[in-house]
Structure formats: C-alpha cells, structure tokens
C-alpha cells in the first residue's frame, strides 16, 4: 500500500521496545481507518470509557469521523502499531488538537492497549506529541481525564504535568503542562535515548 498525505511528519516515526517487540509509532495517515476501529474494539470496556467518557460498545461514525481529520497543523494524530502474523495491529494511539480559541494551546488525549499499558508507550507517544507541539509554537498541553484514571495521572506526573481539580465535573482532573522551544530540542525520540482530554474524540 502507498502512503500518501500532505505534509506527512515522517520525522515522527520512532521505534520503542515493549514485551520483547518492536513497537512502531508513527504519524497516522487516511488509510488506518481500519486499524483505528480494530483498536477500539480491543479496549476494555473501561479502556474504552477513560478515553471517551462515554460508554461506546462500537466506534460511533460521529466520532470516527473526527478522529480522522488530521492534518498534521492543527491536529496530530499517532499511532503505536506492532506487526502480528505479517498484518498492521495497531497498539497505542495519541493526538491533540489546537484549541481554537487559543493557537498557543492544544488538548491532548492518550490511549494503549490493556494488555499493553506499563511498558513505556504511552510515555514515547506524548514525548513525540510534546516535541511536535513545542516545535509548532504551542506552549501550552492540557487534557481532562478521569480521577480514576490512575494510570494516566501517573504518566502525567512523572512527565511534569500539573494536576488540578476540575471545578465543573468532580470525576475530572485537568492535566497541564507548559512546553518551549528549549522541549522540542530535550525530548528527543525514544529511540535516540535507548543503548503514554482522555475524552478528547
């Protein structure tokens, strides 16, 4: 298959090991509609709740649809895939998306499958959306998640991000970081340093 998009970020691609596997993450393209609704239907039903907020059995077209405006400008899309019997099985997925009131902002969401979390994708997936945003002038990352979601919140943690209570939804934290040009040129793609709003949809 040919991949073809404007302005594909091919700088974005990187490599992380995990359950003895290699893992890639890349930019997403118009083709991985497929892999998308596949990865969907391998959440749990609490997976697919942390990430949506919604109790979704099937990946409505609504959403689908917008998961798949990428542009690689105002909206970035990655996903982490491994290779499974010679086909594409996508592992992990991260975005954001520029806040349309504020450029210098963006919401970011992060998800992975169960059986995948705890073996650093989720934190290779925002460092490469850290260092997008850092490189595109936004200065500002931020996403809701539920306070329940424990393992968000510790990646948030222990990459920086602040944590404060949401004033409007008590289940909801609100994660943020600031970000500069000086992150763009620190977080550099996992693979380099080898010898993870959750509602955002």
């Known amino acids: 298959m040919t991949y073809t998009i404007p302005r594909y970020p091919a700088h974005l691609i990187d490599f992380v090991s995990a359950r003895g596997r290699r893992v890639t993450i890349r930019p997403m393209l118009p083709q991985d509609f497929g892999l998308q609704r596949e990865f ?31 542009d690689y400008t105002s909206h970035v899309a990655l996903l982490a895939e491994v290779v499974e019997d010679r086909s594409e099985m996508m592992v992990g997925e991260a975005r954001y998306v520029m806040d349309e009131h504020d450029p210098a902002a963006c919401e970011f969401a992060i998800a992975v499958a169960d059986s995948w979390q705890g073996y650093g994708i989720g934190r290779a997936l925002l460092a490469q959306l850290e260092r997008e945003a850092a490189a595109s002038g936004i200065r500002r990352m931020f996403a ?6 424990k393992a968000m919140r510790g990646l948030a943690v222990s990459s920086g991000y602040a944590v404060t209570a ?17 992150t763009a040129s620190s977080v550099q793609p996992v693979a ?3 010898p993870m709003r959750n509602s955002l949809s």
């Open 40 to 70: 969907f239907r391998s959440l749990s039903a609490a997976g697919r709740y942390s990430r949506f907020m919604a109790a979704f059995s099937e990946l409505p077209d609504g959403v689908a649809a917008r998961l798949d405006k990428f």
């Open 144 to 149: 809701d998640t539920l306070y329940d979601n």
């Open 166 to 182: 949401n004033a409007k939804d008590a289940r909801l934290v609100r994660l943020q970081r600031q970000v500069s040009a000086s």
């Open 192 to 194: 380099a340093q080898m």
